[in-house]
């Protein structure tokens, strides 16, 4: 006997603010009850009773005789009877997660029907087409869905069935035809081995075993796991009273979003379909027309549709996505949410609304997620490239895709998942493929509307789909797809752009993104809630700009390593490290000096007025030295005793004299200042003289000069000591005046341990958390991520990527006691972090949690940072 918890609630015991019990469906249908609008009636079983059916074998039986009270109730606001031969009440049983998942669940219409029910519905509904096209509905659906039939047999049977009637669409198959369908349709769900069960109470029975079932089905696992949707959730069932869409002209059925889910302008946009049921938008089956012709063909429901859509925003203080369905003339919500959108109509609607008083700006920066402002920084087509456009289909999802015509998900799903670029082409997509849409750049389809479900899942992976080019032709067999007299073969290059509904044919070059005021007046709003300011890594003016012009309130890594790599460099570099004794190490270093001092000038005046943090010299010196086989190949011909052949082999002495077992370990960062510290004074003497003559020029230059590897308290004062001794010489000879400090980066637990020793020399801390994961974890990233950090994902050791995403209960522990410790000593010591793990929006959420003082990430991921660090304050991150 199941306890006396309550896991059913009728609509008009529920509310919004239920919906983490009711689930989303649920919730919005019992507070749109609520409000009294045109709902039919229902009731919800919980997502609670999700939970308890994976735990218990016979729970649905345990709650048995709840349902049949339930539908007594419906039976009652009604005014029909479940299972009745006179006037039958069917219903729909539909899955709802408290977040949303849009078509990966199962959902049953018309659940009710048999032999007896159909003969009813006919002679009630007055028209037999309808009741028969019902019955297929229902047969076609629960065999899918509850006895796992293949669909595609029920489909091939459609198909003929139109032909035998001379017709091209289901709609207009005649009574007759649909009534031998039936009798098919039962005949392939015998010979599946199944057995249609005719009794509606044992239909309803299994109806919700399947809608729980489907919770871990392998598509809703994967969107869940895309989405970062917790298991535990579970689903409701939602069992709600059929109206139809599909007895005849003055019926349809539809989905409108308030606003447009592409650009975010505030107009209806939505679709509809004539004599029809839902599954026929969404499916893609039939290509809808716009809702905005609802007016003309109904107007009485279009002004009605208009006023609730106003309503349910208003009501909801957000973009609705709507679905409604017209029997005879009078009109029905089925369910709100809100709807998925892209990420250029996600800012567009929130900055609307907060300009229209509707939101605050705390609300409006809430609005938008951080993998939105990803896609935002996704390239687009460039304007001016030549395009062979070979079709235009519905521009579904914004955005530009390039890549290689494949047209199975499973292929998309295997060869992008590799890093190779596709375009998935299909028919239409079903649920079923959410894995190779996930892993595609883009999607086209020849059938379904902009609301089908390509075009939904699309818009909330943020891939560019055009949908509805029902001119292209596809051959699943063969491989190809043809439009217009041209043939497109697996493999070949096609571009889509989905923000205009354009394919073309071969690759088109990308251009970086533009912001717009939308998105600027966003950020700036995000800036102001934010407890953290966000930096950005840059080693060149470029990289500074670029920054800079992204909102970066200052640098917080530039690497100088990078400025020895470029080709006029790297033979003096070369020779620096090739050289035996400090005097022909310092000719080399002096040429280096000037190299460097240009490098600073010209990001310094990029950054004027804001910080620049510059790490001294990282990496071991072998790195800069060809590779011994290189090297032993060069000497190939020349006379051993040659000049160059000398020189050649002192390079290849050099170079096994600084070779190690293990260089991440090894003789590299404030270990080569403390053993060749004229390395480090040319460093600090370029960084000085360049600040010194921008500040007499009047600019505002902020230096801080980073001492990286520290693990000692020597080492540390050691390097601070020459820092400060070379900026004073410099200081003095210009007779400027500067603001300077000098700090480390804690990459290293034994920095983290002693923070509070490093704290009496060190201004500042950075965290590297690049290398204080590798050597906390004591994995190698490159060989780690090679070998077996995926696995270790898929097997749950890990539940992402430890440098992808923080490691709190390790590496955040010893970040904890870094901060802990350094403030200990130095109160107003400034905080920040600088490995990877500053644009991860989960990563900066831990760092507001520690308080630093500010995230440092790439140029391009400093709106990302922004935003995250803004909804970390407001504890949407956490």
Known sequence: MVESTKYIYDFSEGSADMRTLLGGKGANLAQMWKIGLPVPPGFIITTEACHKYWEEKDFIAGIWDDVEAAVARVEKLAGKKFGSSENPLLVSVRSGAPVSMPGMMDTILNLGLNDDTVAALAKSAGDERFAYDSYRRFIQMFSDVVLEVDLEKFEERLAQARENAGVKEDYKIPAEELKKLVVDYKKIVEEAGCTFPTDPWVQLRLAIDAVFRSWNTPRAITYRKINNIPAEYGTAVNIVTMVFGNLGDDCGTGVCFTRSPSNGENKLFGEYLINAQGEDVVAGIRTPVPIASLEKAMPEVYKEFHRIAKLLETHYRDAQDIEFTVERGKLYILQTRNGKRTASAAVRIAMDMLHEGLIDAETAVSRVAPEQVEQLLHPQLDPKAK??????????????????????????????????????????????????????????????????????????????????????????????????????????????????????????????????????????????????????????????????????????????????????????????????????????????????????????????????????????????????????????????????????????????????????????????????????????????????????????????????????????????????????????????????????????????????????????????????????????????????????????????????????????????????KGRSVRPGIQLGICGEHGGNPSSIAFCNKLKLNYVSCSPFRVPVARLSAALAALGVLK
């Open 387 to 820: 395009r062979d456009m070979i079709v235009k289909g519905l521009p579904a999802s914004p955005g530009a895709a390039v890549g290689k015509v494949v047209f199975d998900a499973d292929e998309a799903a295997e060869r992008g998942g590799k890093g190779e670029a596709v375009i998935l082409v299909r028919p239409e997509t079903t649920p079923d493929d959410i894995h190779g849409l996930f892993a595609a750049q883009g999607v086209l389809t020849s059938h379904g509307g902009m609301t089908s479900h390509a075009a939904v899942v699309a818009r909330g992976l943020g891939k560019p789909c055009v949908s509805g080019a029902e001119s292209v032709k596809i051959d699943l067999v063969a491989g190809t797809f043809s439009v217009g007299g041209v043939t497109v073969k697996k493999d070949d290059f096609l571009t889509l752009d989905g923000t205009n509904g354009d394919v073309i044919l071969g690759k088109i070059e990308l251009i970086e993104p533009q912001f717009d005021e939308n998105f600027r007046e966003l950020l700036e709003d995000a800036d102001k809630i934010s407890n953290m300011q966000v930096w950005a890594n840059a080693d060149t003016p470029e990289d500074a700009r670029r920054a800079r012009s992204f909102g970066a309130k200052g640098i917080g890594l530039c690497r100088t390593e990078h400025m020895f790599m470029a080709a006029e460099r790297l033979p003096v570099m070369q020779e620096m490290v090739v050289a035996t004794t400090t005097e022909e190490r310092v000719a080399q270093l002096k040429k280096l000096e000037v190299m460097q001092e240009e490098d600073f000038l010209g990001i310094f005046e990029a950054m004027e007025g804001l910080p620049v943090t510059v790490r001294l010299l990282d990496p071991p010196l072998h790195e800069f030295l060809p590779k011994i086989p290189e090297l032993t190949k060069a000497l190939e011909g020349l006379a051993p005793e040659s000049a160059e052949a000398k020189k050649i082999n002192a390079t290849i002495a050099r170079a096994r004299e600084l070779h190690e077992q293990n260089p991440m370990l090894g003789f590299r960062g404030c270990r080569l200042g403390m053993i060749f510290p004229e390395i480090y004074e040319m460093q600090a003497r370029a960084i000085f003289n360049a600040a010194c003559k921008l500040t007499k020029k009047g600019l505002r230059i902020i230096p801080d000069i980073m001492i990286p590897l520290v693990g000692t308290q020597e080492e540390m004062k050691s390097m601070r000591k020459l820092v400060d001794e070379t900026g004073a010489a410099v200081i003095k000879e210009t007779g400027v005046k500067l603001e300077y400090m000098v700090g480390t980066m804690i990459e290293l637990p034994r920095a983290a341990l002693v923070a509070d020793q490093l704290a009496e020399y060190a201004q500042f801390f950075s965290f590297g958390t690049n290398d204080l994961t590798q050597t906390t974890f004591g994995y190698s990233r490159d060989d780690a991520e090679g070998k077996f950090l995926g696995q270790y994902v898929e097997m749950g050791v890990f539940e992402e990527n430890p440098f992808a995403r923080l490691d709190r209960d390790g590496v955040g522990a010893l970040m904890e006691i870094a901060v802990g």
